[in-house]
């Protein structure tokens, strides 16, 4: 890689590292390109260089998030069914939502519903959600069995990052969230 390389994908990062806080902070719709380059000290050029849309920002802070999601996916598709299978992949999910950037991440998600839903991402991640669902439930699954499911990937979610007034290290409060998770499926 080329220094010119290697300085490209650093401003790309640090945009999507900004991006991603301003949308945390104040919400997806509310944030603009200008405030997003005035924060790194950059021309809307230089972003608009990197990024044309917002959308396309937030797409990319997504990329990792679904290919690990398809891979659970995939993964589990090649295990033998059962709890042990879905403990694991508990475990590997919460892998994804691991560290302050993927916290934020899902608090973008929790706190502008409104505005993630109506963007092509929006319906991408809400698609590989519902396929991670399919593929830990079995098909036999009670009502109850489905919510447990559910319950259990919001919790690893929570855990992520609505911890406010919880006690204890961000770690501990994630083995906390995985704990309930893996108790909720087995």
């Known amino acids: 890689m ?16 900004v991006a991603l806080a301003l949308f945390a902070e104040q919400g997806y719709d509310k944030t603009s390109l200008r405030e ?3 924060r790194l000290g950059i021309t809307k ?28 996916v995939e993964w589990v598709g090649t295990q033998p069914p059962g709890s042990t299978t879905r403990i ?10 691991t560290g302050e950037s993927a916290g934020q991440l899902i608090r973008f998600v929790q706190e502008s519903q409104a505005s993630f839903k109506d ?4 319906a991408d991640m809400k698609k590989r959600f519902a396929a991670v669902a399919r593929a830990l ?16 990937l919001i919790a690893i979610h929570l855990g992520a990052f609505h911890t406010e007034g ?19 499926v087995r």
């Open 119 to 122: 963007l092509a991402v929006g």
């Open 88 to 97: 694991e992949a508990l475990r590997r999910y919460q892998e994804l939502f």
């Open 137 to 152: 439930t079995p098909e036999s699954a009670s009502a109850e069995d489905h919510l447990r499911l559910r319950l259990s």
């Open 36 to 38: 997003i380059a005035e």
């Open 166 to 184: 919880i006690d204890g290290s961000a770690a501990e409060r994630a083995a906390a969230a995985l704990t309930i998770a893996q108790d909720l």
């Open 2 to 17: 080329t220094v010119a390389d290697e300085r490209r994908t650093d401003t790309r990062s640090q945009i999507r590292e």
């Open 45 to 72: 050029a230089a972003v608009y260089y990197h990024y044309k849309t917002k959308e396309e920002i937030l797409s990319s802070l997504f990329d990792e998030v679904g290919a690990g999601i398809d891979a659970i």
